[in-house]
């Protein structure tokens, strides 16, 4: 199976992405990207496909320097026959309209967010 080298977001995620740079919650949009896939897989989220249109905005090696990303990915999740990076755009489109969301509702606290996922993995 062929990996993409360039990975992206579906085009309603990439503005929220862009939003939660331009409204200082995070410092950069790949660490935007980063954390939206991480909340994803401790939440054991089960992405469906981007639908519409899709923007790539990183290349693999900007985002997943050392291949932690791919590992975690591979390792919680069967992804088949689908490229994992294809996995991760899906995971990362979740993560980051629900990080949007708590953004909109006065309730995205990371802290929070790191404590939510502790109990999960505890569990």
């Given at each position: 199976m062929i990996e993409p080298t360039n990975i992206g977001i579906g085009d309603a995620a990439h503005a929220k992405l862009k939003a939660l740079c331009q409204d200082d919650y995070f410092a950069q949009m790949a660490d935007v990207y980063r954390f939206a896939i991480a909340l994803a897989l401790a939440y054991g989220i089960t992405p469906m496909e981007i639908t519409g249109a899709r923007q790539n905005v990183f290349g693999v090696a900007t985002v997943?320097?050392?291949?932690s990303l791919y590992t975690a990915i591979k390792t919680l999740i069967d992804t088949g026959d689908t490229p994992v990076y294809r996995w991760a755009e899906r995971?990362?489109?979740?993560?980051?309209?629900?990080?949007?969301?708590?953004?909109d509702e006065g309730t995205l606290d990371i802290g929070q967010i790191l404590e939510e996922a502790e109990k999960l993995s505890a569990n």
């Open positions: 997943d320097p050392d291949k995971l990362a489109d979740w993560g980051v309209i629900e990080l949007s969301r708590r953004a």
